[in-house]
Nanobody
Framework: QVQLVESGGGLVQAGGSLRLSCAAS????????MGWYRQAPGKQRELVAT???????NYADSLKGRFTISRGNAKNTVYLQMNSLKPEDTAVYYC???????WGQGTQVTVSS
């Protein structure tokens, strides 16, 4: 079983930056994909970005250039650097692990105008 623990959310002004972290523990596969999804109030959960254990990344088109996903040296940690934040980035951000489709508890990101 895999557990995910997220951190780094909070309140930031528009134009600011935040860095989210997610640490995976438990039965980690060497080959896996980790990433971030987000869900705004009244909207469906949507892809933010994913990264494989080999470093291949995938981003939502609308977020390319502002958000950067990366892995830690231990490979069981994933980061999301969010720059030039906008009020529409306000959402609960969820860490994700595949295989097994594991989700974190979510961390709130609020961007004020």
């Amino acid at each position: 079983q895999v557990q995910l623990v997220e951190s780094g959310g909070g309140l930031v002004q528009a134009g600011g930056s935040l860095r989210l972290s997610c640490a995976a523990s438990g039965s980690i596969f060497n080959f896996n994909t980790m990433g971030w999804y987000r869900q705004a109030p009244g909207k469906q959960r949507e892809l933010v970005a994913t990264i494989t254990s080999g470093g291949i990344t995938n981003y939502a088109d609308s977020l390319k250039g502002r958000f950067t996903i990366s892995r830690g040296n231990a490979k069981n940690t994933v980061y999301l650097q969010m720059n030039s934040l906008k009020p529409e980035d306000t959402a609960v951000y969820y860490c994700y692990y595949r295989p097994f489709d594991v989700w974190g508890q979510g961390t709130q990101v609020t961007v004020s105008s």
